[in-house]
């Protein structure tokens, strides 16, 4: 059955009127506000922390240290890097002996009240000699670190490729390089950081609200850090205001909110501020490219080899590695490479740790390759479409697996026909129109220019349990591990279950991540939720449906195949008016005239899907910019996307996706940083002063979804949708505002800030030397 | 301690509020009315924004003193039948808007976004694209790209659609195997 793709959301309602379930709705008598005391110093040696003046003040009900807190584990990494030993390089949930990077927590009061709370912070003194802060990875690399027992700046490696680069590249007719820096961005969800823990006098139990992303996991380190069992901590299913990655991994506040709740035995809130979420929530991004490739006289790529340096921030934080392992395993993007080898370095600074954000890894990769592929069509004599295109795998070449891993799985690239998908995008965005319509504006002296950007883009990724049910009155609920951080998880999923079940979605209850419903669950990350949640619903509802039809069989004396379950009811196809409603079903398949041996009892199954690989789709990213050569200032005029989505879900929440992944990704392409002064103190305090994209500064977005190749790795087709909106838009940008500015070297960094593109203009103008 | 007296949605209320106390927390944290939620505390994003005497205002940038008298609506009683609204009773045409064109994801800029359109459009029944854009440039929005919020205000003043939900009839059509809203 075909779920009507225009149907709202079954968030909208409530988000609309005003009726959220943000965690900071959560009403409670005994609520008491947690206000963290942070390190006003990038680097140094934490002298003494004294709360004394902070604890006399009405209405404090603590001020603590890491002297109170348990002698516990540092906040872990969630996934290993064979390889790397990330232990020496964790943070402590309070600072003892140093501090690290400005924003890191070194005390926290709890109050009555959240200005007293406040108040009472900026009375606790922190004594600090300090050290000279590290702020360049690649001058770091090789140093070692006081701070952290001596151990080298240089966390690891990762390492990849395949074939011979270095012979590839003594016979290359055209060798094309370039060096390019991405900026530190974040992802600035609306809703800052926090959380509500309540505890629960009967059962001794904490209740916690808001986390997002992974709640099992971040239960389960929770636990070990308060020495307690899993199930002491029941977490909640709430609404997010945006994750995008940051939102909702484990940070410091959290362990201290939950530690807090447990020790004073009452409701703690915690609620960052946007300045401390600048300062204390994951950064992104910052990378340093030195990438070359090696061509044929006919514009073939022969080998593609990148180094770069990502500037990891003061602490691994629980990504690990995944950043540098996306950067380094994709790099070569969709593109026919016989010999690859990209390395990205894992360095320590003294600034915020750096972690997943939409399109970890890609937002730079394709931003490096790309810009490198418009060099070498420069170079060459080619169209930028043209120098792609003869190095894009046909059908006939694909599925390929690539001779490498990827999170220690094979890399296929299933996403069919790259060169057609390509060549389908040129055609659908009508792509000479938009080269000729910047050329003409060039003509009339004005700097306008296109660019594109071909990208390989990868979803799912782990394991996800779902559990649907049919209760007695006929209702369908499915428990799911995923969360809602605000991307419509509770229709996907209800769209998966409907499909199958023959009943509306409105009709589905979706629980989300809610850790008494399920004894495990992975979480939402990676674009995965869709296809590895969306899979499990489908599997168990498959198994409840033809369990209804067995059910239904036996009373109608009719062959189970020959039972359609629709709109709510079975019936035998051959007696289509004898309905029995799901409800009775329930009811009789848990009763015992109807029950065979070895069934369970009732309309129940659970299924648990796990993603042999993932899935890697293609696109291509469209961009035209208009320049203004006197201020330097870049104007995007329109955009377009292609993406191969396999299947669709919900066309609306799909292009949503793309669209507002796009406007993030305009964003980091041309206004946003975090850059730190010489003393490591962040220059970016406000919202203010991090510029995002306003609705003035961004064109309408033209999305095309192709569902020309439905992934084979899952039985809905589906390859998720979440960052390909983002991934390649600072490649297109860049390579639009060169084309605009008619240059002939690359350009150097990202964001393309007015003062960036000034000194590109400078450059191109200034005589030979 | 300050004493005020103003309406909130409909009611009157009247309090001992501390002089610093802003107005958006006020409302949150004594009168309940958690639909308005915040975001910046610098008066930048938009999102605590509610009605006071009729006009939009960020409630993070005012003192619940400065709203002493004055008459205040939230996203909790924008709609006609006020308190009502939040079950399933009657939506504003800007919420009706909203919820028609998938203008929203997460939900959190929702409210501000919603009041801020309110008031535009008091002020400009028909506005064009460009001032809806140039009226939005005070609410931030992280998730949609702004795309289908525009629609939603297109919506929302022409009492229709201009394109359909999804934003896509303004879109060239595409060949096969592409979905493309009004194309497929």
């Given at each position: 059955m075909t779920v009507d793709q225009e149907f709202s959301r079954l968030e909208d309602h409530r988000l609309a009127v005003g009726r959220g379930r943000f965690h900071e709705s959560v009403r409670r008598a005994d609520l008491a506000h947690l206000r963290v005391v942070r390190s006003a110093v990038a680097h140094g040696r934490l002298d003494g922390v004294d709360v004394a003046e902070a604890a006399a003040v009405p209405g404090v009900l603590g001020v603590f240290t890491a002297a109170d807190l348990p002698d516990g584990p540092p906040i872990p990494a969630r996934q290993p890097s064979p390889g790397i030993d990330f232990t020496p390089y964790l943070q402590p949930p309070l600072?003892?002996?140093?501090?690290r990077h400005v924003g890191e927590p070194v005390a926290f009061v709890v109050a009555e009240d959240a200005y007293v709370a406040e108040d009472a912070a900026r009375l606790v003194d922190v004594a600090i000699s300090e050290l000279p802060p590290v702020l360049d990875a690649r001058r770091a690399d090789g140093t070692t670190v006081e701070s952290l027992a001596g151990v080298p700046a240089r966390v690891g490696t990762i390492d990849t490729g395949y074939g011979d680069v270095a012979g590839a590249f003594d016979q290359a007719a055209t060798v094309v390089e370039l060096e390019l820096d991405t900026g530190r961005h974040s992802a600035m969800p609306l809703e800052n950081r926090g959380l509500t823990v309540g505890f629960d006098h009967d059962t001794e139990r904490l209740v916690v609200w808001g986390a997002a992303k992974v709640p099992f996991w971040n239960r389960n380190v929770i636990a070990r850090y308060l020495g307690v069992p899993d199930d002491r901590l029941h977490m909640r299913e709430s609404d997010v205001g945006g994750s995008f990655g940051i939102r909702g991994e484990l940070y410091a506040e959290d362990l201290l909110t939950v530690w807090a709740a447990s020790r004073l035995r009452r409701t703690i809130r915690w609620v960052e501020d946007r300045e401390e979420h600048l300062l204390a929530a994951n950064h992104a991004r910052q990378q340093h490219h030195r990438v070359r490739a090696a061509f044929t006289p006919e514009g073939r790529m022969t080998a593609l080899d990148d180094e770069a340096w990502l500037d990891t921030g003061a602490y691994i934080r629980t990504h690990g590695a995944v950043v540098a392992a996306l950067t380094a395993g994709m790099f070569a993007g969709p593109y026919r490479v016989p010999a690859f080898r990209s390395q990205v370095h894992l360095v320590v600074t003294n600034k915020m740790g750096v972690g997943t954000y939409r399109a970890p890894g890609r937002f730079q990769n394709n931003a490096a390759r790309e810009h490198l592929m418009d060099l070498a069509a420069s170079r060459l004599g080619l169209s930028p479409e043209e120098v792609r295109l003869r190095n894009l795998p046909t059908g006939e070449e694909t599925p390929d697996a690539r001779p490498m891993r990827i999170f220690g799985a094979p890399m296929l690239l299933d996403g069919g026909d790259h060169h057609g998908h390509v060549t389908k995008a040129l055609a659908t965005v009508g792509w000479?129109?938009?080269?000729?319509?910047?050329?003409?504006?060039?003509s009339e002296g004005r700097a306008v220019g296109v660019g594109m950007a071909a990208i390989l883009e990868k979803a799912g990724l782990g394991h996800e349990n779902a559990v649907v049910s049919v209760d007695t009155s006929g209702g369908v609920r499915v428990a799911v591990g995923s969360t809602s951080v605000g991307q419509g998880a509770e229709t996907v999923l209800a769209i998966a279950a409907a499909e199958v079940l023959g009943v509306p979605p409105q009709a589905v209850r979706v629980v989300l991540s809610d850790t008494d419903t399920l004894h495990d669950g992975g979480g939402t990350f990676a674009s995965r939720t869709t296809v590895v949640a969306g899979t499990a619903v489908h599997q168990a509802a498959e198994q409840v449906r033809d369990r209804a039809a067995r059910t239904a069989a036996r009373i109608l004396q009719a062959e189970p195949e020959d039972v359609v379950v629709r709109d709510g009811f079975a019936a035998s196809r051959h007696a289509p008016k004898r309905q029995l409603p799901l409800g009775a079903l329930a009811q009789a398949a848990a009763a015992p005239g109807f029950l065979r041996p070895g069934e369970e009892p009732g309309l129940i199954a659970r299924s648990t899907f796990s993603a042999p690989t993932m899935t890697y789709p293609p696109g291509v990213h469209f961009a035209e910019v208009e320049v203004?050569?006197?201020?330097?200032?870049?104007?995007?005029?329109?955009?377009?996307?292609?993406?191969e989505i396999g299947r669709t879900m919900h066309e609306g929440m799909a292009r949503g996706q793309v669209t507002?992944?796009?406007?993030?990704?305009?964003?980091?392409?041309?206004?946003?940083?975090?850059?730190?002064d010489a003393d490591g103190v962040p220059l970016v305090r406000s919202q203010r002063d991090y510029r995002v994209p306003l609705a003035r500064d961004l064109p309408d977005i033209e999305v095309h979804l192709f569902e020309d190749v439905p992934a084979p790795g899952n039985p809905l087709g589906v390859r998720g949708v979440g960052e390909a909106g983002i991934a390649?838009?600072?490649?297109?940008v860049m390579n639009a505002v060169r084309d605009a500015l008619q240059l002939t070297a690359p350009l150097p960094r990202l964001p393309l800030t007015q003062a960036t593109v000034l000194r590109a203009i400078r450059d191109r103008d200034a005589p030979a030397r | 301690m300050t004493r005020i007296e103003l309406t909130v949605d409909g009611a009157k209320v009247s309090d001992d509020v501390e002089p610093r106390l802003l107005l958006v927390q006020y409302l949150r944290e004594r009168l309940g009315k958690t639909g308005t939620v915040i975001g910046c505390d610098t008066a930048s994003c938009g999102a605590c924004t509610v009605h006071l005497d009729g006009r939009s205002v960020k409630s993070c940038n005012v003192l619940a003193v400065q709203a002493d008298g004055a008459e205040i609506t939230t996203i909790e009683g924008l709609a006609a039948d006020g308190e009502a609204s939040g079950a399933d009773g009657q939506l504003h045409p800007v919420q009706e808007a909203f919820h028609e064109c998938h203008a929203l994801q997460c939900g959190f800029c929702t409210p501000g976004m919603i009041m801020q359109t309110a008031d535009l459009l008091a002020e400009n029944p028909h506005p064009t694209e460009d001032e809806i854009r140039q009226g939005l440039e005070g609410n931030l929005c992280r998730c949609t790209g702004y795309h289908n919020i525009v629609r939603a205000v297109q919506y929302a003043a022409n009492g229709t659609s201009a394109t359909p939900g999804t934003g896509a009839a303004a879109q060239p059509a595409a060949g096969s195997g592409t979905i493309d809203g009004g194309a497929a």
């Open positions: 600072a003892r002996e140093w501090v000479d129109t938009w080269t000729a319509r910047a050329g003409r504006a060039r203004d050569t006197d201020i330097g200032e870049v104007r995007v005029t329109r955009y377009a996307v292609t993406y507002g992944g796009v406007a993030q990704g305009i964003g980091g392409a041309l206004y946003e940083d975090l850059p730190y390649g838009a600072g490649a297109a | -």
